[in-house]
């Protein structure tokens, strides 16, 4: 699925089944509780501490899509097109950091870990 039809898809979803669009300051809302979900697991999986009880059921691809979900909300309601969006953002990324990365010590080799 391309992100023009992920984006028609979750458009349809929401006037069918969802009603409509929550506003975007509500969604912002949800993105930040969805992002702290995802925080939350792999501070637990990859990080120092250790999963409760309650923490040990959730899965991580699907707090991922739950990111995803309301960030394509997001761009939908403010006529976003994340397929040109993220090309350009891309381009831009690529002209910046063009010699950026290659030329970091900290990623190169055994010890940049």
């Known amino acids: 699925m391309t992100l023009e039809q992920t984006q028609q898809t979750v ?3 929401i006037t069918t ?3 409509r669009y929550f506003n975007e ?3 912002m809302a949800m993105l930040t509780e ?6 939350r697991i792999i501070a637990r999986q990859y990080g120092e501490q250790s999963f409760k009880e309650s923490d040990k059921n959730k899965d991580l691809g699907d707090e991922l899509a739950d990111v995803l979900f309301v960030l394509i909300c997001l761009a939908n309601q ?3 097109n994340l397929t040109e969006a993220l090309a350009r953002n891309l381009a831009k990324k690529t002209q910046r950091d063009s010699q950026r990365h290659q030329q970091n ?3 190169r080799g055994p010890e940049a870990g």
Not at 34 to 39: K, Q
């Open 17 to 19: 089944t969802g009603v």
């Open 34 to 39: 969805e992002v702290g979900e995802v925080a």
């Open 105 to 107: 010590e900290k990623l």
């Open 78 to 80: 403010t006529g976003v």
């Open 25 to 27: 300051l509500t969604n």
């Open 11 to 13: 458009d349809q979803w």
